[in-house]
Nanobody, 121 residues
Framework: VQLQASGGGQVQTGDSLRLSCAAS????????MGWFRQAPGKEREFVAA????????NYADSVKGRFTISRDNAENTVLLQMNNLKPEDTALYYC???????????????WGQGTLVTVSS
């Protein structure tokens, strides 16, 4: 599975962005999909995950109520809708694929290249 993330940009506090992750390969539906982020000088952290069929989602406490993850298995795409963005959301955002449901980056087998989100106050 190859992953290509897009949709990042520079916005102001309170704005919205939608990140997209396009997956190539035959077995997209075999994988749980997640979004992670890494700010400068910090470790990579879990943001959100969605199950293989899209029926189950999980979020980091810091983004609950503001971010929504979804997937379209017909289009091999995973989306992350980010609303009410804050400066602390500034980071490089990665999509990733895991054979198991997990919030640990160690469980994710495939990674996209990252897309930068910058939120100014």
């Amino acid at each position: 599975v190859q992953l290509q993330a897009s949709g990042g940009g520079q916005v102001q506090t309170g704005d919205s962005l939608r990140l997209s992750c396009a997956a190539s390969g035959r077995f997209f539906t075999s994988y749980h999909m997640g979004w992670f982020r890494q700010a400068p000088g910090k470790e990579r952290e879990f943001v959100a995950a969605v199950s293989r069929g899209g029926g189950s989602t999980n979020y980091a406490d810091s983004v609950k109520g503001r971010f929504t993850i979804s997937r379209d298995n017909a289009e091999n795409t995973v989306l992350l809708q980010m609303n009410n963005l804050k400066p602390e959301d500034t980071a490089l955002y990665y999509c990733a694929a895991s054979p198991a449901s997990s919030g640990s980056p160690k469980m994710y087998r495939y990674w996209g290249q990252g897309t930068l989100v910058t939120v100014s106050s």
